[in-house]
Antibody
């Protein structure tokens, strides 16, 4: 069974850093992209970034709203991905999801998602 | 950035009725559009990719159509579990973007 589990969320002060983890199981992690999304309270979905599989092209892309502040990394040997968030702002408060990118060759369709984890940025 | 506009914002229907949801892109995205369903407190669920391809395990009552800038998600006969929010997502250009969502609620 394919599973993605986020961890590391919680309350953090503005300007501080936080790292989320996404632990995958039930599939060959290295063959798929991993992407991060977020959803502010009562709002819609926002794509944050993607790290394509190294077996494809290993490309990394970010949304403009987080570029330079957030970094996605992955350790295929441990089937885990990370979202390092720095200089956090109150507007970064959201539920964060990791997702598997696959289905199509470009790995930009997301067929399995974690349950989500809440990050609250507040003084 | 490609902007996706979903309409209507809310759709009030009864079980058994047909639901038609629209997603319009600010520029052509070929068929590079996906639809997701999200229920309260849950992660999104992939329904349709590349405009008209049902994802694994998705019931046949869900169908997608369109190309270029205009896309439609149709639920042929609403089941009680279909009342949720639906999002479209384009993968034609970076950044990947979502529409604002359509809430399908029970009338």
């Amino acid at each position: 069974e394919v599973q993605l589990v986020e961890s590391g969320g919680g309350l953090v002060q503005p300007g501080r850093s936080l790292t989320l983890s996404c632990t995958a199981s039930g599939f060959t992690f290295g063959d798929y992209a991993v992407s991060w999304f977020r959803q502010a309270p009562g709002k819609g979905l926002e794509w944050i970034g993607i790290f394509k599989s190294k077996t494809y092209d290993g490309a990394i892309q970010y949304a403009a709203s987080v570029k330079g502040r957030f970094t996605i990394s992955r350790d295929d040997s441990k089937s885990i991905a990370f979202l390092q968030m720095s200089s956090l702002e109150t507007e970064d408060t959201a539920v964060y999801y990791c997702s598997r990118g696959g289905v199509v060759v470009q790995q930009t369709v997301f067929d399995y998602w974690g349950q989500g984890i809440l990050v609250t940025v507040s003084p | 950035e490609i902007v996706l506009t979903q309409s209507p914002a809310t759709l009030s229907l009864s079980p058994g009725e047909r639901a038609t949801l629209s997603c319009r892109a600010s520029q052509s995205i070929s068929v590079h559009l996906a639809w997701y369903q999200q229920k309260p407190g849950q992660a999104p669920r992939l329904l349709i990719y590349d405009a008209s391809n049902r994802a694994t395990g998705i019931p046949a009552r869900f169908s997608g159509s369109g190309s270029g800038t205009d896309f439609t998600l149709t639920i042929s006969s609403l089941e009680p579990e279909d009342f949720a929010v639906y999002y479209c997502q384009q993968r034609s250009n970076w950044p990947l973007t979502f529409g604002g969502g359509t809430k399908v609620e029970i009338k």
